[in-house]
């Protein structure tokens, strides 16, 4: 199961279709499209800030679980909270209109419409993050989780082998959904030609 059918479950994808007024099979194939540069800058805030700690400290600072049960809400979603999100782990709005430009570039659907998408998808993988990584009586929650997730990552920058993974169950998956390491560095790669 990918990280986009685990939101689906959860009604994730189905409560952000409703709120921007398209079908939920457009939401879920914006949402295939966003979530590895999503999860790639997570990926990236655990390598340069202060690892997992860091990760789990960030998540609880930006609203923890209660981010994926805002989106999930009846209340229209707060944005502002995901645009937060972004913020930590893009750095900048020209890396995400960029992420968007690309998954509209893939996916033949509007950018106005995923770059809506964007902070509500990321305030759902934050939460769902924050939710698997505070299940007590895990060893060590979220830490113990994207430690051994982000290990392989972590250490000589080479991206765990899918392989290796395995039975982490989701979040090993999640982080690393193709195992060939980070599609972010790629969009970054991209804004940074760009302003140059």
């Known amino acids: ?21 398209i079908p939920p099979a457009m939401a879920k194939q914006g949402a295939d499209a966003l979530l590895p540069a999503i999860l790639g800058g997570f990926k990236k805030q655990a390598q340069s800030g202060g690892g997992v700690e860091g990760l789990g400290g960030l998540l609880g600072q930006l609203g923890g679980g209660g981010l994926l049960d805002s989106v999930l809400g009846s209340q229209p979603t707060p944005v502002s909270q995901g645009n937060d999100v972004l913020g930590q782990i893009f750095g900048s709005k020209d890396v995400s209109r960029t992420v968007a430009g690309q998954a509209a570039e893939q996916t033949g659907l ?10 509500m998808l990321a305030m759902m993988v ?26 392989g990552a972590m250490g000589g920058g080479a ?6 993974l395995g039975g982490l169950g989701g979040l090993g998956k ?23």
């Open 126 to 151: 934050a939460g769902y993050m924050a939710k698997q990584g505070g299940q007590p009586g895990e060893s060590g929650g979220l830490g113990g989780i994207l430690g051994n997730v982000l290990g």
């Open 110 to 119: 509007d950018s106005g419409i995923l770059k809506q998408m964007l902070p």
């Open 1 to 21: 199961m990918n990280l986009t059918d685990i939101l689906a479950q959860a009604g994730g994808i189905e409560s952000m279709a409703k709120e921007l007024g």
């Open 159 to 164: 991206a765990p082998s899918a392989g290796g």
């Open 174 to 196: 999640m982080l690393d959904m193709d195992g060939d390491g980070n599609p972010l560095d790629d969009i970054m790669g991209m804004v940074n030609k760009m302003r140059g």
